[in-house]
């Protein structure tokens, strides 16, 4: 029962991007500070947080059947009058919090993304009244929501690689999306908070961070200086830390991809020689009724800006086909952008019709047959460049950030400068190291190789 002491047990799942991931992380750290375990599977818990994601119907779908199955928890648990709490935070709580309490009233507390810190508050009063109706948090007051991770995320063991949320919300409003009403408005946190944080993951071991944003390209954050920094200005800044070995950042913009940036890819040693873009479409038509607010040749340009400065510069994006009124001929544009790029990675999604976004009314919505046959065209075409890229790599040599012993006797894993997993065969090898690997063979989804000695 809720009022002996007993220490009480919360699984959490994660769905979505890697800013749900930092959430998620977020909200174990907190929990394990007030005293709580985490569970490693839901039929442990006493506890059940979904941090959800709504950026596709899919995600959504996904959600309400482990609610389901969640809900037959509960109805045991109470049935041998233990309490039992579901909870969901994420955008899904944000974006429709009266929908879930109507498809799932039996869920007990609904927090969105800008609120999550509040989360030990909220779960204190659900154990005093557990019958109570379902608490919503979803004001978006976002501001102390960073600072009051400090204390907390040193209880966790850091890894080798680890996020960073640097800036969060949306201000662009692309016509598909849903990110702007889910994580409101452009929040970018101070310089001198981020550093704290980036310091502190050092300390505890961490050897790559990857900084995150929604756009993390438009960050604009108080400096050291008092002055507003923009992103460039702030990798500079983290690229004198002690320790830190490797910098990424995702996911970027093209509209805000600026010279400053450039320059970094050029000077940063410790920045890994690789841009998370996405395009969405290769078509002007499309891309202004996405309301993306650059063309194809503002994106070519981008391309060519950073290879000029950094030549084994590689590119990933992200693909949207079968957009309201998308024909043949913009398709056939967007798989021209393909070949003229030449994509070391790539995501790629059929377009999904969101809650009060401006597409959801647009004319011209594509049938599911005709996106079906875009997107396996596309994904063919990416896959291949995928392939070339891995296939390029042989015989060269990467910097291999090492993360943990790999399948094999005197094998370790690790990860590239362009993000591919390496196997590297060698026993001295140990979890931070960074060694320059000649790559040997290429399997279907992973590099091997050796460390020359
Ligand atoms: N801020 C980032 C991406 C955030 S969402 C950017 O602007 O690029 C991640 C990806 O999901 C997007 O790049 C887009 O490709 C995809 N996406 C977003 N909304 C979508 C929708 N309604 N249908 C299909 N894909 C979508
Ligand atoms: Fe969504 Fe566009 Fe904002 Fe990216 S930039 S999060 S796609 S609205
Ligand atoms: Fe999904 Fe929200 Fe991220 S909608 S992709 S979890 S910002």
């Not at 507003?228 to 950042?249: G, H, P, Q, T, V």
């Not at 590689?314 to 393909?338: C, H, K, M, Y």
């Not at 060269?396 to 943990?404: A, D, F």
Request: glycine share 6%; charged share 25%; net charge neutral.
């Amino acid at each position: 029962m809720w009022h002996t002491m007993e220490m009480k047990r919360f699984f959490i799942k994660n769905y979505g991007c890697q800013m749900n991931s930092y959430d998620s992380s977020r909200i174990s750290d907190l929990l394990v500070k007030e005293k709580y375990v985490q569970a490693n599977k839901i039929t442990e818990a006493d506890i059940v947080i979904f941090n959800t994601c709504s950026i596709r119907e899919k995600a959504d779908e996904k959600l309400f059947s482990d609610l389901g199955r969640a809900r037959l928890l509960k109805v045991k648990a109470q049935s041998a009058y233990s309490d039992f709490l579901i909870v969901v935070t994420g955008c899904v709580a944000q974006l429709q919090p009266e929908r879930l309490v109507e498809k799932a009233p039996y869920v007990d507390i609904i927090i969105g993304p800008r609120e999550i810190h509040r989360i030990t508050q909220c779960l204190d009063e659900a154990l005093r009244h557990p019958s109570a109706a379902p608490k919503i948090l979803t004001d978006q007051t976002n501001q102390d929501k960073f600072s009051c991770y400090d204390e907390a995320q040193s209880l966790q063991q850091g890894e080798t690689s680890m996020f960073l949320t640097i800036q969060e919300g949306c201000d662009n409003f692309c016509s598909y999306c849903v990110v702007p009403r889910t994580r409101g408005r452009e929040f970018s946190r101070d310089a001198a908070d981020v550093l704290k944080e980036a310091r502190q993951l050092l300390s505890r071991g961490t050897k790559e961070i990857v900084l995150l944003g929604q756009n993390v390209n438009s960050y604009r954050g108080v400096g050291l200086d008092g002055k507003s920094w923009n992103l460039s200005r702030l990798l500079f800044a983290l690229a004198e830390l002690d320790e830190l070995k490797r910098l990424r950042y995702f996911t970027s913009h093209p509209k805000d991809l600026d010279e400053g940036m450039a320059r970094a890819h050029g000077e940063i040693n410790i920045l890994a020689p690789s841009l998370h873009l996405p395009v969405q479409s290769g078509s002007d038509d499309v891309l202004e009724r996405m309301n993306r607010k650059y063309s194809r040749a503002d994106y070519l340009g981008c391309i060519d800006l950073l290879r000029s400065r950094r030549p084994d510069m590689a590119f990933s994006s992200d693909f949207i086909v079968g957009f309201p009124g998308e024909t043949d001929n913009d398709f056939q544009e967007t798989l021209r952008l393909v070949e003229t790029v030449k994509f070391s990675q790539a995501y790629s999604f059929k377009y999904s019709q969101r809650p009060n976004t401006a597409a959801e009314r647009m004319e011209g919505q594509i049938p599911e047959n005709v996106k079906s046959e875009r997107l396996t065209i596309l994904q063919e075409i990416l896959n291949f460049q995928q392939d070339q890229f891995n296939q390029n790599c042989i015989g060269r040599y990467l910097e291999v950030l090492i993360t943990k012993r790999g399948r094999h006797e005197n094998q370790w894993n690790g990860r590239s400068e362009y993000s591919q997993a390496v196997a590297v065969e060698d026993n001295s090898l140990s979890a931070g190291d960074l060694v320059l690997v000649k790559i040997t063979d290429r399997l279907s989804h992973s590099l091997v190789g050796v460390v020359e000695k």
